[in-house]
């Protein structure tokens, strides 16, 4: 008489978007790979609710919002997913919430969001408007459900709505999965850690800060997450220095301004004068640039898409990595990654654009194709082709656009910076320049390129510090993840409020022990001294497993099962904070096997596979895509070999079912 197979056992720990992504391709691979004969547990441990997880929770300030369209928002595979598994297309954000308005159909399971505000938005929401951060919560919540029902029977979900505190298990053998609330672990066959962002406890530089802020009285924020962060210590009018200048300095400012009660009106010429609250505090920000992140785009292409890749795709990968020698990124990488980023601007600028060039396309590209992107003969060619240096691609003056430049008094930078900022957003709002946009797709394929340059291992110690973690994250950063064109006029109406103040480039922070204030300087303003008496870090936590404030990749990184990513050569020593992964598959590096975990796997954010976004750009080929049906794939493959060797877990959990 034969019996039924053992039930195999997978725990996730965390059920974010991560997570999320990685069930909606275990549900479009099972067809393929998983015998229903046999059940399948998966096991969800997150404290916060699956789908959104902590970071796009629901229980979040309704003033915070996305840095996206709603039209560039997708969780779903599309045609332009280069993967093994199948394509299952899905609604973008915008086709999602359309069908709350009756302007789109129905996607099932259909729920209308219980928040009424939430689903106010939802109706009532553009394409091209920038969703609260609410709106994506339900999205990912929706996402979540849809994966869930199209699981087959034999796959069943439990949540648990608790911390994982350890991994314990021989690498043979069965793992137990620790939970906070309970004395009896979870037993799994495999387990895969998706955390998400996680955070981190303050380095010797903040802990430093903390210290000086308790001696004083005064107020100090190390690296956190916006929405996390308590703020109600400081008073109306108490000045602040903030260091950072990106998304995390946004929030902060919206929290500090409408969320302390002010509100802005809009003149007769469009623009915005805030009117406060009286509650608010004096906020002086710069960072290294000294300018706020470029402003997102909000128009559509105007020519045809440019087809990507062309000067940086598999095939110059392949030519960099045919080599011997070590490579560095700026040196032997970037003129490639460059030379894309410019094909992407010019082929918009050339196709919706005409008559601001003076060559027709075909022979422009046929030139451009044959040089390299800092020749003197390029330049020579761009010069010629297109008048205006307006519409030219200037990587440099981009990446450092305060260079060279210094101001008697910091009355005369406050009127350049808002002279700047106010450019920034109006080429960023005129489909005139959508030149810009151009630009901005290829830099999104050049970011998905990249995860198989860097796990080759040739790029140099040095080279991925400085280069890859250091200026290029910061430039990608720069360039494509910077706040809507609303948030920057609204900095625009703060700053001639007295509300916010510019600091400059190259900022440095220090104390005064005699005046018990915080110290920022710039040799932007060279000279001239701000003094406050509250310092906020404005950006978010960097990686460290020394330093991380999740239990379970702590515990691990202590007793040596799993490794910070170190690369080393002759001339450097590079730690980067990041989990090794071995690049094939994901699996955690243990050192006490000296090789890869064979049930441990790791995914995302905290990994040195760097490919961090959850969701993304429609047709787009996203790196996290890519990842999550590789990983599926693996798991269900190695979940179906497994014995029966492990004990079923009870069903302790919320079992899920739409």
């Known amino acids: 008489m034969s019996t039924a197979p053992a039930t195999a056992v997978l725990v996730v720990v965390g059920a974010g978007p991560r997570a999320t992504g990685l069930l909606e391709r275990i549900a479009a691979n099972a067809p393929e790979l998983w015998d229903g004969a046999r059940q399948l547990r998966i096991h969800l441990v997150d404290p916060h609710p699956p789908g959104p997880g902590r970071v796009w929770r629901h229980e979040q300030s309704a003033l915070l919002r996305m840095n996206s369209m709603a039209e560039d928002v997708t969780m779903f595979t599309d045609e332009s997913s280069t993967i093994d598994g199948p394509v299952r297309p899905g609604p973008s954000l915008a086709e999602w919430a359309a069908q709350f308005s009756g302007r789109g159909p129905r996607h099932a399971p259909y729920a209308e969001p219980a928040d009424p505000e939430v689903l106010a938005e939802l109706r009532a929401l553009d394409a091209a408007d920038f969703p609260t951060r609410r709106a994506q919560s339900a999205y990912l919540d929706w996402v979540f459900r849809r994966a869930l029902t199209e699981l087959p029977p034999s796959v069943t979900v439990e949540w648990h709505s608790t911390t994982a505190t350890a991994v314990t298990g021989p690498p043979v053998g069965p793992q137990?999965?620790?939970l906070a609330d309970r004395t009896t672990p979870l037993t799994a066959d495999l387990v895969v850690l998706a955390q998400g962002h996680i955070g981190s406890t303050p380095d010797a530089e903040h802990r430093n800060h903390a210290a000086f802020a308790l001696r004083h009285g005064r107020f100090h924020l190390?690296?956190?997450?916006?929405?996390?962060?308590?703020?109600?210590?400081?008073?109306?009018?108490?000045?602040?220095?903030?260091?950072?200048?990106?998304?995390?300095?946004?929030?902060?400012m919206t929290l500090f301004t409408e969320g302390r009660g002010g509100r802005y009106r809009t003149e007769a010429d469009g623009a915005l004068t805030y009117l406060p609250s009286g509650r608010e505090p004096v906020l002086h920000v710069g960072s290294r640039r000294g300018v706020p992140y470029h402003s997102k785009t909000r128009y559509r292409l105007q020519g045809p898409r440019p087809p990507l890749p062309r000067h940086f795709g598999p095939e110059a990968v392949d030519g960099l990595l045919a080599g011997d020698g070590p490579l560095e990124l700026r040196r032997d990488v970037w003129p490639?990654?460059?030379?894309?980023?410019?094909?992407?601007?010019?082929?918009?600028?050339?196709h919706a654009h005409p008559e601001r060039t003076v060559l027709p396309w075909p022979d422009f590209v046929a030139a451009y194709d044959r040089l390299d992107w800092y020749d003197d003969e390029m330049a020579a060619l761009v010069a010629t082709a297109v008048p205006d240096p307006a519409d030219r691609l200037d990587f440099e003056a981009l990446d450092h656009p305060l260079d060279g430049l210094a101001f008697p008094t910091p009355d005369a930078f406050q009127d350049h910076l808002r002279d700047h900022i106010a450019q920034d957003v109006t080429r960023r709002e005129n489909p005139e320049f959508s030149a810009d946009l151009g630009?901005?797709?290829?830099?999104?394929?050049?970011?998905?390129?990249?995860?198989?340059?860097?796990a080759s291992g040739r790029l140099t110690a040095r080279s991925v510090a400085d280069d890859l973690d250091g200026w290029w994250h910061g430039f990608f950063s720069f360039l494509a993840s910077g706040p809507p064109g609303f948030r920057l006029r609204q900095l625009l109406a703060l700053s001639r409020a007295g509300i916010v103040h510019f600091l400059g480039a190259d900022v440095r922070i220090g104390t005064d022990?005699?005046?018990?204030?915080?110290?920022?300087?710039?040799p932007t303003v060279s000279g001239h001294t701000t003094h406050a008496t509250a310092l906020i870090e404005a950006y978010l936590p960097g990686p460290s497993l020394a330093r991380t404030e999740d239990p379970l990749l702590g515990g691990l990184y202590r007793e040596g099962a799993l490794a910070e990513e170190v690369i080393a050569d002759p001339t450097h020593t590079h730690r980067s904070g990041l989990l090794a992964v071995s690049p094939a598959d994901g699996h955690v590096i243990d050192p006490s096997l000296d090789r890869p975990h064979p049930r441990r796997i790791a995914l995302g954010a905290p990994t040195n596979s760097r490919a961090v976004a959850a969701f993304a750009r429609p047709r787009t080929n996203a790196p996290a895509f890519r990842q999550n049906d590789a990983v599926a794939r693996a798991l269900l493959r190695a979940l179906s070999a497994t014995e029966a060797e492990t004990a079923t877990s009870p069903v302790d959990g919320r079992p899920l079912r739409v």
């Open 222 to 252: 190390p690296p956190e997450f916006s929405a996390d962060a308590d703020l109600s210590a400081l008073r109306s009018g108490e000045h602040v220095i903030l260091r950072g200048f990106g998304l995390a300095f946004i929030d902060l």
């Open 336 to 350: 490639l990654m460059a030379k894309e980023i410019g094909f992407g601007h010019y082929h918009e600028l050339f």
């Open 439 to 454: 630009a901005f797709l290829a830099l999104l394929s050049v970011y998905g390129q990249l995860p198989r340059l860097v």
């Open 176 to 178: 137990h999965v620790h």
């Open 513 to 522: 022990e005699s005046a018990g204030t915080f110290t920022a300087t710039s």
